[in-house]
């Protein structure tokens, strides 16, 4: 059977940089799922600075549908519009923040956050307590890079986020990497992180891995 999962990017972004994107979760996927995405035109990227994201979030998910679409992930740890479209549209929706931190406070005991800016922190934290995982959110941190620099600057977010975990007072079971950006990265900072030591292994997840996973689960189930 196959399964089609539509990655909502809330953004207007290069065609380069859509088609990356969406590679990063086909990566993950299994082999009958089918990915594709949607990021906002000039347009919809006007409407949304206009206060009108959700508009423009529902229009490109309703084409997605038409194109056969099942599931959608909003390709943002914020999760934008995430209730708003989950209201108004028939097919399941979820956010990479909300996926990711679903599965941290089901399979750990504690987990922290690590993200790119430090004005994403108050936005995390609160859909940490809306979605009712706060009580194991032990902190959200950033690494001080906007996220479009990210891929000029891995070596520097690596180094950034190490010292953030060392710092950590308790250290947590789980990091969450709270940036679609920072994502991929998962690999090598659990190999920075190996070499240190904590009170208990860390482990580090790769957000991206666990919405792909979520939205083929909610698939499978229709």
Known sequence: MSLHVNVLIPFLIPAWWKELAVVRYRVHAGKDTIVSGIALSKAQQEAADAGRLVDAL?????????????????????DRAMRELSER???????????????????????????????????ITRNAFEYGVSERLLTCEAVGIPAAEIPDCRDDAIRRMASIVRSMAPAPRMIVLGCTELAELAPRLREELSLE????????INPLIVAIRWAEAAALAL
């Open 197 to 204: 030591e904590f009170p208990h292994p860390i482990v580090v």
């Open 89 to 123: 549209l028939e097919r399941p929706v979820t956010g990479v923040g909300h996926a990711a931190m679903h599965f941290a406070h089901a399979f750990s005991a504690s987990f922290s956050v690590i993200t790119s800016a430090t004005a994403a922190i108050d936005r």
């Open 58 to 78: 529902l229009e490109n998910a309703r084409a997605a549908e038409c194109d056969g679409a099942m599931v959608h992930v909003i390709d943002s740890f914020g």
